[in-house]
């Protein structure tokens, strides 16, 4: 295996810690961490999230009403300043590493052809 690779993964995880995107993020988790009410609202979001991610993940889906509330829950997090700013640098990092998994997966077509053959 070519150590270039892997070299050029951690070029790439150095770049992407230098990134502006990456320093709000951690400038927004910090705020939140440094306010005990933004902290506490926050984790328990996300656990509530998590929850439904899995339900959603063993093939149980949730229900339109759980929907509706959690976007509703969503609503009223994304009103204190702190946790809005958090889920959009959020956001803006999950997008970077996504794009970086398509740059990727389609400029080595791992898979191509392969769907025909099943």
Do not use: C
């Not at 502006?20 to 506490?40: F, P, V």
């Amino acid at each position: 295996m070519s150590q270039a690779v892997y070299d050029y993964a951690h070029q790439l995880a150095r770049a992407l810690k230098n990134s502006d995107e990456y320093q709000k993020y951690w400038e927004a988790k910090n705020d939140i961490m440094d306010d005990e009410i933004a902290q506490k609202t926050f984790q328990d979001f996300r656990q509530q999230q998590l929850s439904v991610h899995a339900a959603q993940l063993s093939g149980n889906g949730i229900a339109p009403e759980e929907q509706e509330r959690m976007e509703k829950l969503y609503e009223i997090i994304s009103l204190n300043p702190k946790i809005k700013a958090f889920l959009e640098a959020e956001t803006r990092v999950i997008t970077i590493l996504a794009d970086i998994e398509k740059i990727l997966t389609d400029n080595i077509e791992l898979w191509s052809g392969l769907e025909d053959e099943f």
